[in-house]
Structures are given as structure tokens and as C-alpha cells.
């Protein structure tokens, strides 16, 4: 059974930086499409980027965009997301996905079948 577990969040202050980890078990990592999602209380999972399953390719949402990096160590099992530029819009709980695809990048919480429990961002002002 595949396993996420996340690592990496944290309090910070506007304009730091945070690293997000996610250590993948259980399947043939390299065979899998990564996501990272983000949610606050009461609302639904907002998609924050995803890597596919090889590392060349990436997809951001806009409000992330030249602030945030997904990469990906297929020898080490685990995906990264690189936070910068953190605004306090970026506080909520961030979790990775997992899904088996090597022909493309899920974008969206319903393409997703593994989810780790989270780890929470905060930044303040």
C-alpha cells in the first residue's frame, strides 16, 4: 500500500522560505505522478503544483508560480516543494498526492488516489 508522509512546515514570516518534503512507500516511486495541494479550514483542496514521473515536467498554479519548485529524487523516494517568497496567503495545510501515470500531470484532487496527512504552513505579517 502506497504511503506519503510529509515533513517541512512550519512558521514563518512573510517573504521566508519553507521547504516541503514527502517521503513515498510502498510502490515503484518513479512510476508515479506527484502533487502537492493545499487546504484551510472549511474549504477543499486547492492545487498548488505537480511533477510528473520522470522530474523534466512540472505544473504550477498561478498564485505559486516563479515562488514555488517542485522537484522529485526518484533514488531517495521523496518529492520536494521548494516555498519562497511566502505571503500570508500561503498559510494552510499542504499535502501531497500520489498517482500512478507516466503519460500525464494530474492537476486536480479527484485524479489523485494517495494522500499524505499533511503538514501545516503558517506565515505571518
Known amino acids: 500500500q502506497v504511503r506519503l508522509v510529509e515533513s517541512g512546515g512550519g512558521a514563518v514570516q512573510a517573504g521566508g522560505s519553507l521547504r516541503l518534503a514527502c517521503v513515498f512507500s510502498?510502490?515503484?516511486?518513479?512510476?508515479?505522478?506527484l502533487g502537492w495541494f493545499r487546504r484551510t479550514p472549511g474549504k477543499e483542496y486547492e492545487f498548488v503544483g505537480a511533477i510528473n514521473w520522470s522530474g523534466e515536467e512540472a505544473r504550477y498554479a498561478d498564485s505559486v508560480k516563479d515562488r514555488f519548485t517542485i522537484s522529485r529524487d526518484n533514488a531517495e523516494n521523496t518529492v520536494y516543494l521548494q516555498m519562497n517568497s511566502l505571503k500570508p496567503e500561503d498559510t494552510a495545510e499542504y499535502s501531497c498526492?500520489?498517482?500512478?501515470?507516466?503519460?500525464?500531470?494530474?492537476?486536480?484532487?479527484?485524479?489523485?488516489?494517495?494522500w499524505g496527512q499533511g503538514t501545516q504552513v503558517t506565515v505571518s505579517s
Open positions: 510502498g510502490g515503484t516511486f518513479s512510476s508515479y505522478a
Open positions: 498526492a500520489a498517482q500512478l501515470s507516466h503519460y500525464y500531470i494530474p492537476v486536480s484532487e479527484p485524479e489523485y488516489t494517495y
